[in-house]
């Protein structure tokens, strides 16, 4: 007989069972009461070299080590603002441990790892996954209600979304049950090397109106990851992973003693996609490192896009402090090139020293001038990279840089450091504390422009071992970083947002979004970056120009305004009228950060896509926020706010307020409302919507 428990919130609870001659399965999801029976899969999956799948397959499901492993205990614990679950299988010579967590601040999430130890023999793993969970029920055609929700990016083009069906291509009905197997395939999205969103994304979902349910995921990890949708002839899974052996060529020994822990993942649920990805935004903000910029958020200058594009100098920059100043920002960063005497920066760089040449005063002379104004001074840095013709390529070992059979890697023109060696963390270290110490630097841009590929097999494993060792050191240093300076503000950046994940999320501030020049290209990618990160840490660029109408002044200011305000442009060539636009968006910036902080996404348009002509972005709190963008197309657009059907709404212009105001309506009945534009195809408005 089989036995069972629960464990979690009243919010979200997952429903165990287990047996004699069955391993620990999730059997059932609980929402509110409300029981979901799922198809049962182990929740432990690993493959070795001596036990692969059954049948065989490229999923990271079925395992026959999965499949023989049985329950050994289970302890509860808590933990400062959450609660732990750890259960213990055994079988053939190892133990694992399934590690789940669930925090106060998030009750209808659960983050997830896996340990594996080798108890009496060496064990050789292949692929271990962090967690694994069916979604439907357990009974044929579950599978037929079910959508997907994934995002795909590209350098320009970050975050483009898709919900679609599971049964189709991917998924045909296969009558597989006719074999007595279950289907060898499944649908797998996946990330080599460090840019850990190159292409894929490690944030998906699954959702059944039919069902009531939906279930949204990350993966947690700043480097290779996998993740899967598979059909059985009972139901559909999930299953998501760190580096694998057919993906990342990654594997790892253990020798009797030895444990291996994947990398995190969080899974979070609700009726539909907004509403779990509700349950997902509360885990972010829950597991993020405190700091107190989470909720000071002050504005952001930056000289780079659109504007001094890795060309500072003093005669440039004293400018620009002083109208950025004066339209109220309160960080200045200066961007790439500072350090840059010779006109070919890109091969050179890794010593971090301040350039003679741009600053005939000195670097200090501007840094002084931004404290002068009341800013926060910044500076862009590449720290894992050193160039080919830096003097740094020849001063730090060879073992501090990753290598493929003894040769350094290069990749355009750079060498990548390698953060697990002493030397590596001693360079980096000493050039942020420089820069702290010399400049009151209290803002870091750190950009990250080149992909080393799968690794490194320099004191490694395998070449995808040694880059997870790179990477969970490369967090380690940054944790180490803010332990130093706490105060010290960091954004994340590569290339745009070529390594957006929650390893890196859950310790900086703020997330560069795209390095996209073209502003009317931009919202899509601004209304889509909740799906992967936190509202507040969405530094959507907002880089209005002297030579723009009004109108395409404030739809770049609309832009920026649902995230983390980050301004660029030539303030200093703009005139009256057009800075006291600027200076009216960022106070308005500033009354909406505790919103901001606090809302929960929505997308009253639906996912955006790439070329719709009208582009939403809401956030739901005390009240509704939601900025809206025209692209052409139609004069006007219906926007759904289901919450609010039923209600009188009184909707208000916050943004811009000395342009024509566009006209509304609000049907109560349907929850939605009516907006039309004026006469401009290209606008934006910021709309506030007060339900009494």
């Given at each position: 007989?089989?036995?069972?428990?629960?464990?979690?919130?009243?919010?979200?609870?997952?429903?165990?069972?287990?047996?004699?001659?069955?391993?620990?399965?999730?059997?059932?999801?609980?929402?509110?009461?409300?029981?979901?029976?799922?198809?049962?899969?182990?929740?432990?999956?690993?493959?070795?070299?001596?036990?692969?799948?059954?049948?065989?397959?490229?999923?990271?499901?079925?395992?026959?080590?999965?499949?023989?492993?049985?329950?050994?205990?289970?302890?509860?614990?808590?933990?400062?603002?959450g609660?732990?679950?750890?259960?213990?299988?055994?079988?053939d010579?190892?133990?694992?441990?399934?590690?789940?967590?669930?925090?106060?601040?998030?009750?209808?999430?659960?983050?997830?790892h896996?340990?594996?130890?080798?108890?009496?023999?060496?064990?050789?793993?292949?692929?271990?996954a962090?967690?694994?969970?069916?979604?439907?029920?357990?009974?044929?055609?579950?599978?037929?209600?079910?959508?997907?929700?994934?995002?795909?990016?590209d350098?320009?083009?970050?975050?483009?979304?898709?919900?679609?069906?599971?049964?189709?291509?991917?998924?045909?009905?296969?009558?597989?049950?006719?074999?007595?197997?279950?289907?060898?395939?499944?649908?797998?999205?996946?990330?080599?090397?460090?840019?850990?969103?190159?292409?894929?994304?490690?944030?998906?979902?699954v959702?059944?109106?039919?069902?009531?349910?939906?279930?949204?995921?990350?993966?947690?990890?700043?480097?290779?990851?996998?993740?899967?949708?598979?059909?059985?002839?009972?139901?559909?899974?999930?299953?998501?992973?760190?580096?694998?052996?057919?993906?990342?060529?990654?594997?790892?020994?253990?020798?009797?003693?030895?444990?291996?822990?994947?990398?995190?993942?969080?899974?979070?649920?609700?009726?539909?996609?907004?509403?779990?990805?509700?349950?997902?935004?509360?885990?972010?903000?829950?597991?993020?490192?405190?700091?107190?910029?989470?909720?000071?958020?002050?504005?952001?200058?930056?000289?780079?896009?659109?504007?001094?594009?890795?060309?500072?100098?003093?005669?440039?920059?004293?400018?620009?402090?002083?109208?950025?100043?004066?339209?109220?920002?309160?960080?200045?960063?200066?961007?790439?090139?500072?350090?840059?005497?010779?006109?070919?920066?890109?091969p050179?760089?890794?010593?971090?020293?301040?350039?003679?040449?741009?600053?005939?005063?000195?670097?200090?002379?501007?840094?002084?001038?931004?404290?002068?104004?009341?800013?926060?001074?910044?500076?862009?840095?590449?720290?894992?990279?050193?160039?080919?013709?830096?003097?740094?390529?020849?001063?730090?070992?060879?073992?501090?840089f990753l290598?493929?059979?003894?040769?350094?890697?290069?990749?355009?023109?750079?060498?990548?450091?390698?953060?697990?060696?002493?030397?590596?963390?001693?360079?980096?270290?000493?050039?942020?504390?420089?820069?702290?110490?010399?400049?009151?630097?209290?803002?870091?841009?750190?950009?990250?422009?080149?992909?080393?590929?799968?690794g490194?097999?320099?004191?490694?494993?395998?070449?995808?071992?040694?880059?997870?060792?790179?990477?969970?050191?490369?967090?380690?240093?940054?944790?180490?970083?803010?332990?130093?300076?706490?105060?010290?503000v960091?954004?994340?950046?590569?290339?745009?947002?070529?390594?957006?994940?929650?390893?890196?999320?859950?310790?900086?501030?703020?997330?560069?979004?795209?390095?996209?020049?073209?502003?009317?290209?931009?919202?899509?990618?601004?209304?889509?970056?909740?799906?992967?990160?936190?509202?507040?840490?969405?530094?959507?660029?907002?880089y209005?120009?002297?030579?723009?109408?009004?109108?395409?002044?404030?739809?770049?200011?609309?832009?920026?305004?649902?995230?983390?305000?980050?301004?660029?442009?030539?303030?200093?060539?703009?005139?009256?009228?057009?800075?006291?636009?600027?200076?009216?968006?960022?106070?308005?910036?500033?009354?909406l950060?505790?919103?901001?902080?606090?809302?929960?996404?929505?997308?009253?348009?639906?996912?955006?896509?790439?070329?719709?002509?009208?582009?939403?972005?809401?956030?739901?709190?005390?009240?509704?926020?939601?900025?809206?963008?025209?692209?052409?197309?139609?004069?006007?657009?219906?926007?759904?706010?289901?919450?609010?059907?039923?209600?009188?709404?009184?909707?208000?212009?916050?943004?811009?307020?000395?342009?024509?105001e566009?006209?509304?309506?609000?049907?109560?009945?349907?929850?939605?409302?009516?907006?039309?534009?004026g006469?401009?195809?290209?606008?934006?408005?910021?709309?506030?919507?007060?339900?009494?």
């Amino acid at each position: 007989m089989a036995e069972q428990f629960a464990w979690g919130s009243s919010r979200l609870a997952l429903r165990f069972e287990w047996g004699d001659d069955t391993p620990v399965r999730v059997a059932g999801i609980v929402r509110d009461g409300r029981d979901h029976p799922v198809h049962p899969m182990p929740v432990a999956e690993i493959m070795t070299a001596a036990h692969g799948r059954s049948p065989s397959s490229d999923r990271l499901a079925h395992t026959a080590l999965g499949a023989l492993l049985r329950h050994a205990s289970r302890t509860e614990s808590d933990f400062p603002g959450g609660r732990r679950l750890v259960i213990r299988q055994a079988a053939d010579g190892i133990e694992v441990d399934t590690v789940l967590e669930q925090r106060d601040g998030a009750p209808a999430a659960i983050r997830a790892h896996t340990t594996v130890r080798a108890v009496d023999a060496p064990v050789v793993l292949r692929s271990v996954a962090t967690w694994t969970m069916g979604f439907t029920a357990p009974a044929p055609g579950a599978f037929d209600t079910w959508r997907r929700l994934h995002g795909v990016s590209d350098w320009l083009g970050e975050g483009r979304w898709a919900v679609e069906p599971l049964r189709g291509r991917d998924f045909p009905e296969l009558a597989s049950e006719l074999t007595f197997q279950d289907p060898h395939g499944c649908w797998s999205v996946t990330s080599d090397g460090t840019w850990s969103t190159e292409h894929h994304l490690p944030v998906g979902g699954v959702e059944s109106e039919a069902a009531e349910l939906a279930l949204v995921w990350q993966i947690e990890h700043n480097g290779a990851w996998r993740w899967e949708i598979g059909e059985d002839v009972e139901g559909g899974y999930v299953s998501l992973s760190g580096p694998t052996d057919a993906d990342a060529s990654w594997t790892r020994r253990l020798d009797p003693g030895d444990a291996f822990t994947t990398v995190p993942a969080a899974v979070a649920a609700g009726t539909d996609f907004e509403d779990a990805l509700a349950a997902l935004t509360d885990h972010r903000r829950a597991a993020r490192r405190p700091h107190p910029d989470n909720t000071a958020m002050p504005v952001v200058f930056n000289d780079y896009m659109n504007t001094l594009l890795g060309d500072p100098t003093t005669e440039k920059l004293l400018p620009l402090i002083e109208a950025a100043a004066d339209i109220g920002a309160e960080i200045f960063c200066i961007d790439a090139g500072w350090y840059d005497d010779s006109g070919d920066w890109w091969p050179t760089v890794g010593e971090w020293l301040p350039s003679t040449t741009r600053f005939p005063g000195g670097l200090g002379e501007v840094v002084d001038a931004v404290r002068d104004a009341g800013m926060t001074p910044g500076l862009w840095l590449e720290p894992e990279v050193v160039g080919v013709r830096s003097p740094m390529a020849e001063r730090l070992p060879d073992a501090a840089f990753l290598q493929r059979h003894g040769q350094r890697l290069v990749e355009n023109q750079r060498y990548h450091l390698d953060l697990r060696h002493p030397a590596a963390i001693g360079h980096l270290d000493g050039v942020v504390d420089r820069l702290v110490a010399d400049f009151g630097v209290g803002f870091f841009k750190f950009d990250y422009n080149i992909n080393p590929g799968p690794g490194t097999d320099h004191d490694a494993q395998s070449v995808g071992d040694g880059l997870l060792e790179h990477n969970r050191a490369h967090l380690a240093w940054l944790d180490a970083v803010l332990d130093r300076h706490p105060g010290l503000v960091i954004e994340n950046c590569s290339s745009g947002a070529l390594r957006m994940d929650f390893a890196m999320l859950s310790r900086l501030a703020m997330q560069s979004t795209s390095d996209q020049q073209d502003f009317t290209k931009f919202p899509p990618i601004a209304a889509a970056a909740p799906l992967s990160l936190l509202p507040e840490q969405a530094a959507n660029w907002a880089y209005p120009q002297p030579g723009m109408t009004d109108e395409e002044a404030a739809f770049c200011l609309v832009t920026g305004l649902l995230g983390r305000f980050y301004v660029s442009g030539h303030l200093n060539r703009m005139n009256d009228r057009q800075r006291a636009l600027v200076a009216d968006a960022v106070r308005v910036a500033k009354t909406l950060r505790g919103a901001v902080a606090t809302g929960h996404p929505h997308w009253p348009g639906g996912i955006p896509g790439w070329t719709d002509p009208w582009t939403a972005l809401g956030l739901r709190g005390e009240h509704d926020l939601v900025s809206v963008w025209r692209r052409g197309g139609p004069a006007s657009t219906e926007l759904a706010f289901p919450h609010l059907a039923g209600r009188d709404v009184e909707v208000a212009h916050v943004f811009p307020t000395g342009l024509p105001e566009w006209k509304t309506a609000w049907n109560a009945r349907t929850g939605t409302l009516t907006v039309q534009a004026g006469d401009a195809d290209i606008a934006a408005r910021t709309l506030r919507l007060t339900a009494r």
